[in-house]
């Protein structure tokens, strides 16, 4: 079996494994007392939060271990806000933040502060002068990620930093998916990371909040972790995460090559390999391991079960695969397809005769799924008065409006409409993103007595 999901979480590295096993012997104490297991416990906790420090870039006395990044991140977001609420309730975030990130601004919101999502482009990245005209006199703090969870795309943290800087408000970067191949660079305030996402142990997680951040922690307090992250550590855990960011850290240079290497090859190959295909986020600055793609015509739930069943690990951001049936947050702040949408993420050592087995299997993977799915059964479709058609495929999910869509497109002389009735969020972001693809002209939606009537025109 190949995992190609180390976005979501990176197996545990040999050396984690290690200093997990050593540490339940030795650091099974509580490193608030002064006797001697506890000093020892102590001298532990030191050394993990010294060599976590280290590896981000701050002082010591600057991090915290938290149990998950998740908490990292909400933590982080309520104290700066909350240690800046003189100044205002203003929140900036990007529209393809993670959504811890984006579930904090809800809270944010919904006890009445002001949040502004700042859009991103096509790749997936946002505007440095974007971050700048969106601070304001009463913003308290802004947030952005170091590189995105979907698509892989880098963001601009330093420029936007030093916009923020230059305007007196701090800047939070949930640096989870990048820490294990580098320090964020840049002059932020806050920093929020997962050890699961480097291959530490999950549920450690890490936040640090420079010197001079005005910053309040939220909720009852404690006197463990600056009071920042309530509650037991769990060392064992704890050293066997700061142990992993050290290693892999030494291994991420060379590995960051090869692996830019594999998925450049993913890249450029399944267009070639796999008709209809998007390959979306930056063809540059992105991280080492990552590689997206969407699918035309294809269910993404069925294609992730089909590749699991041929001995593939993937993910999705696809609108198929989630309960919701809406599209990615990623996805549609792009503005790009998300249905058959795949997400390959390399865990450091995969080997290159995986990622050609994968190029393999795909091309017939797809195929088949076109098939099964295939050409549906046809929706009921009437021509009205002059050139212009009625798709109905209300009920019907992803990717069937697409697909009845493409099916009668030719049925209209070129300047003739379709308007395809659905219900599906997903239609929102897929038409459009066919039309494009194809080199139609998308219209606009109108609405109908019942869901959406998305207006093509046909020019060639």
């Not at 290690?18 to 030191?46: H, I, K, V």
């Not at 991140?73 to 933040?97: K, M, Q």
């Not at 190029?359 to 295939?374: F, M, Q, S």
């Amino acid at each position: 079996m190949a995992y190609f999901d180390a976005a979501s979480a990176v197996p545990l590295h040999p050396v984690a494994r290690q200093a997990l096993l050593a540490s339940l012997d030795e650091g099974w104490a509580d490193p608030a007392r002064l006797y001697r297991e506890g000093r020892r416990a102590r001298l532990l906790l030191d050394a993990a939060r010294e060599a976590a420090a280290e590896a981000v870039g701050c002082r010591a006395d600057e991090l915290v271990f938290t149990p998950s990044g998740t908490r990292a991140v909400h933590a982080g977001v309520a104290g700066a806000l909350a240690g800046r609420r003189r100044v205002g309730t203003h929140l900036i975030v990007s529209a393809v933040e993670h959504s811890s990130v984006l579930h904090a601004a809800e809270v944010h919101e919904a006890g009445g502060g002001s949040v502004t999502q700042v859009p991103v482009d096509r790749t997936g990245a946002v505007g440095p002068a974007a971050y700048a005209a969106a601070l304001r006199e009463d913003t308290a703090l802004a947030c952005l990620q170091s590189a995105n969870h979907e698509v892989g795309t880098e963001q601009p943290v330093a420029e936007v930093a030093e916009a923020c800087r230059a305007a007196g408000v701090p800047l939070l970067v949930d640096a989870a998916q990048s820490l294990g191949w580098g320090r964020v660079e840049g002059d932020w305030s806050l920093l929020a990371g997962s050890a699961h996402k480097w291959g530490g142990p999950s549920g450690v997680g890490l936040l640090v909040v420079r010197k001079g951040v005005r910053f309040a922690p939220q909720g009852p307090g404690d006197e463990r972790e600056s009071g920042r992250a309530p509650g037991f550590e769990n060392l064992p855990a704890i050293v066997a995460a700061a142990a992993s960011l050290r290693a892999v850290r030494a291994e991420a240079a060379a590995e960051a090559a090869r692996l830019r290497e594999l998925t450049e090859r993913i890249r450029t190959r399944v267009p070639s390999l796999v008709p209809d295909v998007e390959v979306v986020g930056d063809p540059a600055r992105r991280l080492p391991g990552v590689v997206t793609f969407s699918c035309l015509y294809v269910d993404g739930e069925t294609l992730l079960h089909e590749l699991d069943r041929a001995g593939f690990s993937v993910s999705s951001g696809s609108s198929c695969t989630s309960s919701t049936l809406t599209p990615s947050h990623v996805l549609r702040a792009m503005g790009v397809l998300s249905e058959g949408n795949v997400r390959v993420s390399l865990p450091p050592g995969t080997p290159a005769e995986d990622v050609e087995r994968f190029l393999e299997v795909l091309p017939g993977t797809v195929a088949a799924v076109r098939e099964k799915l295939g050409a549906p059964a046809a929706t009921e479709t009437v021509r009205a008065a002059g050139p212009d058609l009625v798709v109905d495929a209300l009920g019907r999910r992803c990717p069937v409006p697409v697909i009845e869509l493409a099916k009668v497109i030719g049925d209209v002389p070129v300047g003739g409409t379709v308007r395809v009735l659905s219900d599906d969020e997903a239609a929102r972001l897929d038409i459009p993103a066919w039309c494009e693809m194809r080199g139609q002209e998308y219209v606009g939606e109108e609405p109908a007595e019942k869901g959406t009537a998305y207006v093509i025109r046909r020019t060639g």
